[in-house]
């Protein structure tokens, strides 16, 4: 008895105070990525004269395995929910929203998830009533259009490519590629990625992108991660090229970089992810719903995560900056004392994700604790409601 109160009390002092045994989750908002896709670009033939795998589907569509992996990450979270109490039965309508942006592969991952979730409550997905355009929230464009701030970004964005150190990784890519077989070769005279400029490209409406051998590189990437994700045989995961963690890696930084040099953006993330910040702190405002999942795309996690200005954290056991499936989970908490915020990313590994394993308490997600700047975290991961609200002045 003694013993158990004194770890009781190492508890509570551990957690400045805060007695994590009493404290009721409130509210969950999750920020998510779709589950595996089909490869986004098409005619990778230019890059390699080798056999490409093919698919069933076109670019970027979900994948059956994508759908049922996704189910995973729903039933793992429903479950968490449960030893939460959370809810109980069935929800309320009112107190779920799962919305989702137009793509085919946010709209059937939000299904997915909501059918695993919810099994038998009849939740529907909710999205933008033009399925034919990129829902505005979570469209990562620039909202400023003076010249000033687009040439502010343009120099953030041509010094990160100067910084940038991607020279093992175009080598070892254009030897799986073969690349001086390649028709890029052959017809367009790029027989090394290193020899050429990657050039920025900023278009009103238009997603900040760059052109030249990061763009080719990265497209690359993704088909060589989605085939691998997917379970395919290793002799048609970059034609057996990739043997060891340490290629993958080499390989991600492409992947990294892409994302970073378009979207991890000091003088623009609050810029593009304000509509999607603004949305999502009505809902912190508002207490309501109590659960929430935004389904989007992995520039969607990078510019929040930068616009509120996340502490750097380790990604264990995978080479994805944002992985497929991934969330960003907002969990509001509450106990006699005040109000509280704890921000975990859950996210499956890349082993979890290749083998289909299903995502139990035995076999979990990888669940990272994040810490914002502005919101100092207790040793057991909580910070101050009140403290993180002040944030919203930001994006008012």
């Known amino acids: 008895m003694a013993a158990g109160f004194i770890v009781f009390m190492c508890i509570v002092v551990a957690s400045k105070g805060i007695d994590i045994n009493s404290l009721k989750l409130e509210q969950v908002v999750m920020l998510g990525r779709h589950n595996i896709r089909t490869p986004l670009t098409e005619g990778l033939e230019l ?66 998830f909501a059918e695993t979730a919810f099994n038998n409550c009849n939740i529907s997905v909710q999205h933008y009533e033009n399925l034919g355009a990129f829902d505005p929230l979570f469209l990562p464009i620039f909202h400023n259009k003076t010249e000033a701030f687009k040439k502010q970004v ?82 048609d995961v970059a034609w057996g090229q990739i043997e060891t963690d340490q290629q993958w890696d080499l390989l991600a930084k492409i992947i990294t970089e892409n994302q970073n040099i378009r979207f991890k953006l000091q003088s623009a993330a609050k810029d593009i992810a304000s509509p999607l910040l603004k949305y999502m702190f009505n809902i912190f405002n508002s207490g309501k719903p109590k659960f929430t999942l935004l389904v989007g795309h992995d520039s969607n996690l990078n510019s929040v995560l930068t616009a509120l200005e996340f502490k750097p954290f380790e990604r264990k056991l995978q080479f994805e900056p944002y992985p497929i499936g991934g969330k960003i989970v907002f969990q509001k908490f509450s106990d006699r004392k005040g109000q509280y915020l704890k921000v975990e990313y859950i996210y499956p590994t890349t082993k979890q994700l290749r083998d289909g394993e299903k995502l139990t308490s035995n076999n979990p997600p990888q669940r990272i604790t994040l810490e914002l700047n502005g919101c100092p975290i207790s040793p057991t991961g909580y910070c101050q409601w009140s403290e993180f609200m002040k944030l919203n002045e930001l994006f008012d």
């Not at 109490?85 to 929203?97: A, N």
């Open 47 to 112: 890059y390699s004269s080798k056999p490409w795998p093919k698919w069933n589907d076109a670019a970027g569509i979900l994948t059956p395995k994508g759908l049922r992996f996704e189910g995973y990450i729903a039933e793992y979270i429903s479950q968490w929910l449960d030893t939460e109490d959370f809810f109980e039965g069935c929800p309320q309508k009112d107190d779920v929203l799962i919305y989702a942006n137009t793509k085919s592969r946010t709209l059937e991952s939000a299904k997915a």
């Open 154 to 235: 343009a120099e953030e964005m041509k010094k990160r490519l100067s910084e940038m150190n991607l020279t093992h990784a175009y080598t070892e890519l254009g030897r799986i590629l073969n690349i001086k077989d390649a028709d890029i070769c052959k017809k367009l005279f790029m027989c090394d990625l290193n020899t050429q400029q990657s050039e920025i490209v900023l278009e009103d409406g238009e997603e900040p992108n760059v052109n030249g051998p990061l763009y080719i590189a990265n497209a690359v990437v993704d088909a060589f991660i989605m085939s691998y994700y997917e379970g395919r045989p290793m002799s």
